[in-house]
Every structure is written in C-alpha cells, then in structure tokens.
C-alpha cells in the first residue's frame, strides 16, 4: 500500500505546466500538501464531478496535459464520467484515482472498491488506453510519465493505506479558485 500523500507528492513534483483537478476532500488536501500552484483546480461540494471537469479542460485544451486525482469514492459517485471520456478519448487526460477503500469525509464508511468493485476493469470497458492499478513505490515513476508524456485516456488506480491525515486546506473560494486558474491559464501558450 502506498502513502496517498507521498504519492500525490512525488507525482507532482517538478510538474511544469501540468493541469491538476483535485476531488473532493482528501485528494484536494494531498494536493493542496504537495504545493500550492496556480494551475490547481480544487473542488469543493461537486462529488463526482472531478473527471468530468477534467475531460472538459482536455477537450478544451488539447496542447495541456490534464491530471485529475480524485479518491475512489469520488469517482464512484461519477462513475458514468468514464464512459463519456472513452467515447471523447482524449490523448492528454490521466485520472488517478486514490483508492483507499472508505468514504473518508463521511466517517469512513467501506466503498464498493472494499467489496470487490474493479475500477480498472471498469476504466478498460470504457476503453481506456492505459489502465492500470499500482501499490508499490516502484510504480510512481512510470505513473509521472503517463501524467507528463502518456497518450490517453489513461487511468490509475493507487491502493492507498486508509488514514486520516491532517488536512492542508488551500483556498474554499471557487470564484478565487477559477479566477486563480483562469489567469494562469492565459500564461500558457
């Protein structure tokens, strides 16, 4: 099992111009811990929606590379999103997905990945060109270059231990948060 916040650490470190989408919660934290930079995109009250925003700023953006990290119940909530992302196939989005097992914001309740639910095996219906699930240090690197250079849709699956880390809580104002993101956006070729 990895770290989430050491993985989500190690995968953005020296990221250059890579656009991050955090879902809610834990994700936006362990974002929010690695660094604060302006082409963070942080979500606040839009369970299930981080892929999708993500799948809009590929589409719209094409040149960009997309991440999107998001925990598993996160993506659950949207699981439909990867659907539409196989159909759309956009060659710049990678989704990693957080996979703790629990819903972390609501008590730490089980998720369906507890009971079995294979999200890989979901990403690869959905026609993922990359999809594949990761436990051990050894696979950070490769995970870095399909954020950076991999031609997607890719999707990872990270099996993170089940903690309660302290939250490092960037800004809660989405006007300030799209602003923020939009004018680093127009610094971009």
Known sequence: MLDRRELVKDLLVGRGNLLVVSGLGAPTYDVAAAGEHPLNFYLWGSMGCAAMIGLGLALARPKDRIAVITGDGEMLMGL????TIGVKQPRNLSIVVLDNRHYGET???????????????????????????????????????????????AFVQAHVEAENLPRVLPSRDGVDIKLRFMQALTGLA
Do not use: W, Y
């Open 80 to 83: 439909g999103s990867l659907a």
């Open 107 to 153: 008590g730490m309740q089980a998720s369906h990945t507890n009971s079995g639910i294979d999200l890989v095996g979901v990403a690869k219906a959905c026609r993922f060109k990359d999809a594949r699930a990761i436990s051990g240090s050894q696979e950070i690197e490769a995970v870095r270059r399909v954020l950076h250079e991999g031609d997607g849709p």
